[in-house]
């Protein structure tokens, strides 16, 4: 078995570390942030189904596992039924056949502006107990997280056989990428008034509106500003939030605000998977989810562990 260093500790490289140790690998994990501090902490944590073939047959890995995962206790994964609506088409959403099940609305029951929606059921995944969860499934596989920066994957290639390059945004740097961009997501969490279904839309703006219910705390979205690295939240953008989601939930109106969140997505055209070899190692690429990292997350570890080998 390899000798394996993950870079990253966000959801990707935490779920790859974890099948490659279970695999029985010799695997060390090093990342700048911890996992609870990346950005896949402030995920809204909604399972999605992929946008090409790739992404379609990852994410239907991910699906079978987080099914599992459903109310084991610890790990923060829940079956939740929801609304999903777009105001981009006005036939059914591509992706709602790959859905185990749902519901087309009719034009009565969508909100104003929407021109398709459905009701679904999918997991939902609160992730700071997730994270922690795949930490403590690490450690049971003998893998402890090492704070440090990477700034050289050629020279990581020295310390180990195989490098798997899990880096989120700083991945555009490590692999000197220029398709890797931020795409800054706020959010605003609240107490939940009893809200016990998600709400999320799929629209041409930039602000959109979202609620995904985590037992007693609701998280809402949402932005999605393409090249926004600004890591602190804007409290007009929080306050546009809580309108759209009023408007959407009345329920929402007058909500105790818990926190305000922001993480910066690593978008890119397509999801980087592949293998570079040296004549010292190889390299695993493995970033570029943007907001599908979770829903991902299984699909390509798996992935990762082929490439591997």
Do not use: K
């Amino acid at each position: 078995m390899s000798d394996v260093l993950v870079v990253g500790a966000g959801v990707i490289g935490l779920t790859a570390a974890v099948c490659l140790a279970e695999a029985g690998h010799d695997v060390r994990v090093r990342a700048e942030l911890l996992p609870e501090e990346t950005t896949s902490a402030v995920a809204s944590g909604l399972w999605t189904p992929g946008a090409d073939v790739r992404e379609l047959a990852w994410s239907r890995v991910t699906y079978d596992e987080l099914m599992r995962l459903d109310g084991v206790a610890g790990t923060g994964v829940h079956v939740e039924a929801g609304l999903e609506v777009s105001d981009l088409t006005d036939g059914p959403l591509e992706w709602a056949a790959d859905l185990p099940e749902y519901r087309l609305l009719t034009a009565a029951e969508l909100p104003p502006g929407m021109r398709t929606g459905l009701w679904t059921r999918a997991p939902m995944i609160d992730l700071p107990p997730y994270l922690r969860y795949l930490t403590r499934r690490l450690a049971t596989a003998g893998t402890e997280i090492e704070r440090a920066v990477v700034r050289d994957l050629r020279a990581a290639v020295a310390e180990a056989e195989v490098v798997v390059h899990c880096a989120g945004l700083a991945a555009g740097g490590l692999a000197g990428d220029p398709d890797v961009v931020p795409v800054r997501g706020q959010h605003v969490v609240v107490r939940n008034p009893g809200i016990g279904h998600f709400y999320i839309e799929a629209v041409a703006d930039a602000d959109w509106t979202g609620f995904f219910p985590h037992g007693d705390r609701l998280v809402l979205a949402g932005t999605s500003h393409l090249g926004d690295r600004n890591p602190e939240p804007d409290p007009v953008v929080a306050r546009g939030i809580l309108d759209r989601c009023a408007r959407a939930e009345p329920r929402l109106a007058g909500a105790e605000v818990l926190a305000h969140q922001v993480g910066l997505r690593p978008a890119r055209p397509a999801v980087r998977l592949d293998v570079e070899t040296y004549a010292s190692g190889r390299i695993v690429h493995c970033y570029g989810h943007g907001g599908s990292g979770v829903s991902l997350s299984w699909g390509c570890a798996r992935e990762v562990v082929r490439l591997v080998g």
